[in-house]
């Protein structure tokens, strides 16, 4: 069975960085047709897609948050990790770590629960 | 980037009737379009991939189609624990893309 869960701060200072830890189990980061990802949802809001890295390390971020993300594995802990600099309250959200699976289609087919990372001084 | 519209927000239902759920793209994305259910202070659930096939263990009563900017899902016969939150969301291009979503909640 397939298991993310998401590690970090509850809470940042605006200005300062974000980071994340997702620890996957029941599957390698460093292997198959997986993108590993970083999704956020603002409070009472939809779901926002900030990014994956693949298995051969190449990553992808939304253009909207680009130049203050980066994503990285540590394939030795089977984790990956979110890095978000320069935060303001605008990123105050739960933060979701999932996989992507892209076969015949492409779905997130596991999640972790979420963290919730409040943005404030 | 392309944008994902949900309508209605919220859908009002009573318990064994059919639900209807709309979702529009901002330009033609194929079949490539997931819907997700997700329940206060869950991750989101795959339901259905492809704009039709469900996923595993996914009741029958849940159904999507649609192609190109038009989707819709379907539940045709809403039980208690169908009442959550729908999101659809396309893997044509990057950035994958979410609509708000459409409340489903008990008439």
């Known amino acids: 069975q397939v298991q993310l869960q998401e590690s970090g701060p509850g809470l940042v200072k605006p200005s300062q960085t974000l980071s994340l830890t997702c620890t996957v189990s029941?599957?390698?980061?460093?292997?198959?047709?997986?993108?590993w990802s970083w999704l956020r949802q603002h409070p009472g809001k939809g779901l926002e897609w900030i990014g994956y890295i693949f298995n051969n390390g190449d990553t992808y971020y939304n253009p909207s948050l680009k130049s203050r993300v980066t994503l990285s594995a540590d394939t030795s802990n089977n984790q990956f990790s979110l890095t978000l600099r320069f935060v303001t309250a605008a990123d105050t959200a739960v933060y979701f770590c999932?996989?992507?699976?892209?076969?015949?289609?492409?779905?997130?087919?596991?999640w972790g629960q979420g963290t919730l990372v409040t943005v404030s001084s | 980037e392309t944008v994902m519209t949900q309508s209605p927000a919220t859908l009002s239902v009573s318990p064994g009737e059919r639900a209807t759920l709309s979702c529009r793209a901002s330009?033609?994305?194929?079949?490539?379009l997931v819907w997700y259910q997700q329940k206060p202070g869950q991750a989101p659930r795959l339901l259905i991939s492809?704009?039709?096939t469900r996923a595993t263990n996914i009741p029958a009563r849940f159904s999507g189609h649609g192609s190109g900017t038009e989707f819709t899902l379907t539940i045709s016969s809403l039980q208690s624990e169908d009442f959550a939150l729908y999101y659809c969301q396309q893997y044509n291009n990057w950035p994958r893309t979410f609509g708000q979503g459409t409340r489903v909640e008990i008439k």
């Open positions: 492809g704009a039709s």
């Open positions: 999932a996989r992507e699976f892209c076969g015949t289609n492409c779905y997130f087919d596991y």
């Open positions: 029941g599957a390698s980061v460093n292997s198959g047709t997986y993108y």
């Open positions: 330009q033609w994305i194929s079949n490539h």
